[in-house]
């Protein structure tokens, strides 16, 4: 900024005036610096700058030529010197309309760190033929009311694509129940009155018990007990002391001893030494619930009354979706209330096996499921691996070497030393699903 001559020549005029009374100014390095290169320019100024002629008078014209000459050091205007302008920060003023500007910093930093609460981004589930994975919604049998006011039940609308695959996958996978179920326990040489009874033995074993540990107790009755095995008039021959012994491995066996003793009393004195024919009768018996009585029907005697539910049946179906029931014989039912009648026989061995081959009931592996593969099944997991940690633990005993002792034994020393026992051994920790 350039101030006009008549500023500048009463700023001089007021410094010739008072020469002493020079305002003090602050000087820091910087600025010392840029008064000395002022104070040059200045000098060179007046030896180079010659005053103009005045046709006025000599008072005139001296004073013209003192009030246009180059200013004093003492004299000095920071304004003057361009390299000492400080240009003060210039605000525009904004109106009403004018708009406005929004600044933006920019980041500069180099860290190529990601933000921890940046949420990661999932890859999506791929089927084989390389297409996103959809996850199956639960679809329920409903009831509905007709025009007569009565209720009718709509299956559920994929349960047929559900069950074929299922069969399927059970033609390929051999399971405990294909070989050792309950069907096919009783021996093949017996009169059908002693198959029947040994059907029934069966079932009454297998609650709460394994089909292996199930098949192992048979076959301990049926080669242990004297001639001819495992017939009603055997079992009410022998003590509940050696019943018990045999079939001590089967879960609560204490109980189904009672149970087996009452049952061969009953069956003598009720039913001619026979198995009921009905359902009904059957679940009269000491511990023979629902499902053992409707599996005994279609195995003993070829008829389907209704459909055995066990846990795996409940917790399967529930897993589909089908229905939410609580226990299995609700689940027994919802079933039969839309499920065709010439499928009630074959669903519980079908789906026993499924559970104790794919579906398991810890650790479910849908990754060998086609039903997951499709997308038909709600309750699938999919994309977790199990890893099974294994740790190898080494346990060292100390060595132990005792004093050695001198026993009068034909004057022999007997010495005792006890050596280092190492033992390895390799324990699973902890399943976990990634």
């Known amino acids: 900024m350039r101030t006009s001559r008549l500023a ?19 000087q820091t390095r910087s600025f010392a610096a840029n008064l000395e290169s002022f104070n040059a320019i200045a000098a060179s100024t007046e030896k180079t ?5 005045d046709p006025v008078d000599d008072d005139d014209n001296h004073s013209d030529s003192s009030l246009s000459s180059a200013p004093s050091s003492a004299s000095f205007d920071i304004e003057d010197h361009p390299t000492l302008l400080v240009s003060p920060s210039r605000k525009r003023k904004r109106g009403i309309d004018s708009p406005s500007t929004t600044v933006t910093n920019a980041s500069t930093s180099l860290s190529k760190r990601s933000s921890p609460r940046k949420p990661r981004v999932k890859a999506k589930e791929t089927n084989s033929k390389g297409g996103v994975k959809k996850k199956a919604r639960r679809q329920p049998a409903r009831k509905t009311l007709n025009e007569e006011g009565e209720v009718e ?9 559900i069950y074929d695959a299922v069969k399927e996958m059970r033609k390929t996978v051999l399971a405990p129940v ?20 040994q059907t029934l033995t069966a079932l009454m074993l297998s609650s709460q018990t394994k089909d292996t540990t199930t098949a192992l107790t048979m076959h301990r009755l049926q080669t242990s007990l004297p001639h001819p095995g495992l017939t009603l008039p055997t079992i009410l021959a022998i003590s509940p002391d ?19 003793k009452a049952t061969a009393l009953i069956l003598r004195d009720r039913f001619g ?7 009904d009768e059957l679940m009269t018996l000491p511990g023979v619930g629902p499902k053992m009585a409707y599996l005994c029907m279609s195995a003993a005697w070829g008829v389907t009354e209704g459909i055995g539910v066990d846990v795996h049946v409940h917790r399967i179906t529930n897993l589909w979706g089908w229905h939410v029931t609580k226990g299995p014989e609700e689940t027994r039912k919802a079933l039969e209330a839309w499920l065709p009648r010439e499928r ?16 398991l009931p810890v650790g479910r592996d849908c990754g060998r499921c086609t039903l997951s593969e499709r997308g038909l099944c709600p309750s699938a997991v999919v994309g977790k691996k199990k890893v099974v940690k294994r740790v190898k633990r080494e346990k060292v005993a100390d060595k132990v070497v005792k004093e050695e002792e001198e026993e009068e034994t034909e004057g022999a020393v007997v010495k ?6 190492v033992v390895k051994e390799e324990d699973i920790l902890a399943e976990e699903i990634v």
């Open 273 to 279: 030494g026979d198995i009921p024919r009905t359902a």
């Open 344 to 359: 009630w026989h074959e669903i519980n061995h079908l789906l026993v096996g499924f559970g104790q081959t794919i579906c």
């Open 416 to 421: 005792t030393e006890e050596q280092n026992v």
């Open 8 to 26: 500048r020549d009463g700023f001089k005029v007021a410094g010739t005036l008072s020469p002493s009374k020079v305002i003090s100014r602050r």
């Open 242 to 260: 050696t019943l018990n012994t045999l079939i001590h491995a089967v879960g609560f066996h204490n109980n189904k001893t009672r149970y087996i």
């Open 49 to 53: 700058v010659s005053p103009k002629e």
């Open 178 to 197: 294909d070989t050792m179920g309950c069907e096919s326990l009783a021996e093949e040489h017996l009169t059908p009155k002693d198959k029947r009874f």
């Open 153 to 161: 039940i709509h299956p559920p609308p994929d349960w047929e694509e």
